[in-house]
């Protein structure tokens, strides 16, 4: 990033902007004036730190398993917020090295959860392909699960590998998500993200369709939007001023001084910013439904073996608990799980 050195950078900060180092997550949209190009900023600090905070539990997450978390998650609400689509949002990665999934889920109220499976031992300044991309056959899947299936719907999912177009190892998240959004979007985006352990940010730079949204959205003139991938000038260069930010400032710069440094000589609007906040839509009713599908046996012999099933969600820590009159009635009441008939007025 370069210093503000322009004409007003001597009367910031801008009293009408009055500089406020926010303790609560906030992502912030923008538009650059007459210029085919959108912005988001995300940062998640209270609601990122209580994800740190369910897994203390568990012993905590390694520094490198956690950077990667934070940065999904910054990234998951980012793709959220700049989709219009009434689902969750969930971003995971396969990996095949010591870090077997991570997850990142956002609804679109941008409430949000992560969590992170680790099988091996991660080594201390692991990249990103020594923790999900070992043999090069990590992959990152992104699904949109609608809220409100119709019968027979399915969850949309589109798959990237970790890996560049000569099977180079990519090791950067934000790389790997902008090759999705040019495969399944056809959008050219410019990501960065960065966490810690207090903050997980993420800056989104995005050309605009041509005609209509993305293809998540509806239909778009795909021939008109394809000559325009790569060639908008507007975006290129907004797109170069956003990659001179580092790491480092998105993790300790507030908002304002952020997109003032980045862009004060790119006119832009910003609206009114949005929340993020951490939420686990678990629920006894859920693990219920999850027994069920492994089956009586299966439970019984659990039963058998330790007296209990007990279950602990992944992603907040809830313990759910069910004993041998319990696990009985998941199978001999399966009706109570049904939304109850609509009373007739
Ligand atoms: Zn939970």
Known sequence: MRPAT???????????????????????????????????LVRLTDSWQEILKRRQAAGGYPVEVMHLLGEMTAAGALMQASIKFNGALILQIFGDGPVKLAVAEVQPDLSLRATATITGTIDPGATLSQLVNVNN?????ITLDPKDKFPGQQAYQG????FGDQHEKIENLGEVLEHYMLQSEQLDTKLILAADGKVAAGLLIQRLPVKGTGNLEGQID???NEDAIGANEDYKRISILASTLKREELLTLDVDTILHRLFWEEPHTRFEPLAPKFACSCSRERVSNMLRGLGAEEIESIIAERGSVGVTCEFCGAQYDFDPVDAAQIFTHPDRQQPPPASVQ
């Open 6 to 40: 322009g004409p007003d950078s001597k009367s910031w900060p801008d009293p009408l902007l009055p500089k406020k180092f926010s303790d609560m997550s906030e992502l912030h949209k923008f538009l650059f004036d007459g210029v085919p190009v959108r912005g988001m």
């Open 137 to 141: 056959e990590g992959r990152c899947a």
């Open 159 to 162: 798959v990237v590998p970790l």
């Open 222 to 224: 795909r021939d008109a």
